[in-house]
Antibody, heavy 122, light 107 residues
Framework: EVQLVESGGGLVQPGGSLRLSCAASGFTFSSYSMNWVRQAPGKGLEWVSYISSSSSTIYYADSVKGRFTISRDNAKNSLYLQMNSLRDEDTAVYYC???????????????WGQGTLVTVSS | DIQMTQSPSSLSASVGDRVTITCRASQSISSYLNWYQQKPGKAPKLLIYAASSLQSGVPSRFSGSGSGTDFTLTISSLQPEDFATYYCQQSYSTLATFGQGTRLEIK
């Protein structure tokens, strides 16, 4: 069974840092690009960041560029999101999501993890 | 960035109804459009990819159509388990964007 499990969320003060992890299983992790998507309480979905299968290509949403860093360890089947200089508006559930298989012309997110809640508050 | 606008923002319907949700892109995105369903407290689930391809395991009452800037998600006969929030998402740009969501409620 394909599974993604996020961890690392919690309460952090404004200006603080947090590192999220996403453990993948049930598929060849090194063959897929990965994404982080977040959802503020009661709000819609916001794409945060993308990393290609080999880590050679990385993208960020403007709202997190310069503060967040996406990375992966294919040997450990794990995806990470290092979040620095956190702001109140970064409060959200953070999901990791697998991209479509490398080589397909279209891109979509499937499956998604269950999410981990990050709360930025003093 | 490419802006995605869904309509309506909320919708009340009854079991058995045919429902259509619309998604409009701020520029042409060809067929690079996906649809997701999200239930309260759960992660989103992929329904439709590449505008009209049904994801494996998704009931055939769900269908997608459109290309360019205008897209639709249709549920042919609403079932109780379909009451949820639906999001469109464009993958044309390297910076993916979602619509604001359409909340489908029981009438």
């Amino acid at each position: 069974e394909v599974q993604l499990v996020e961890s690392g969320g919690g309460l952090v003060q404004p200006g603080g840092s947090l590192r999220l992890s996403c453990a993948a299983s049930g598929f060849t992790f090194s063959s897929y690009s990965m994404n982080w998507v977040r959802q503020a309480p009661g709000k819609g979905l916001e794409w945060v960041s993308y990393i290609s299968s080999s880590s050679s290509t990385i993208y960020y949403a403007d709202s997190v560029k310069g503060r967040f860093t996406i990375s992966r360890d294919n040997a450990k089947n794990s995806l990470y999101l290092q979040m620095n200089s956190l702001r109140d508006e970064d409060t959200a559930v953070y999901y990791c999501a697998r991209d479509s298989e490398t080589g397909t012309p279209y891109s979509w997110f499937d499956p998604w993890g269950q999410g981990t809640l990050v709360t930025v508050s003093s | 960035d490419i802006q995605m606008t869904q309509s309506p923002s909320s919708l009340s319907a009854s079991v058995g109804d045919r429902v259509t949700i619309t998604c409009r892109a701020s520029q042409s995105i060809s067929s690079y459009l996906n649809w997701y369903q999200q239930k309260p407290g759960k992660a989103p689930k992929l329904l439709i990819y590449a505008a009209s391809s049904l994801q494996s395991g998704v009931p055939s009452r769900f269908s997608g159509s459109g290309s360019g800037t205008d897209f639709t998600l249709t549920i042919s006969s609403l079932q109780p388990e379909d009451f949820a929030t639906y999001y469109c998402q464009q993958s044309y740009s390297t910076l993916a964007t979602f619509g604001q969501g359409t909340r489908l409620e029981i009438k």
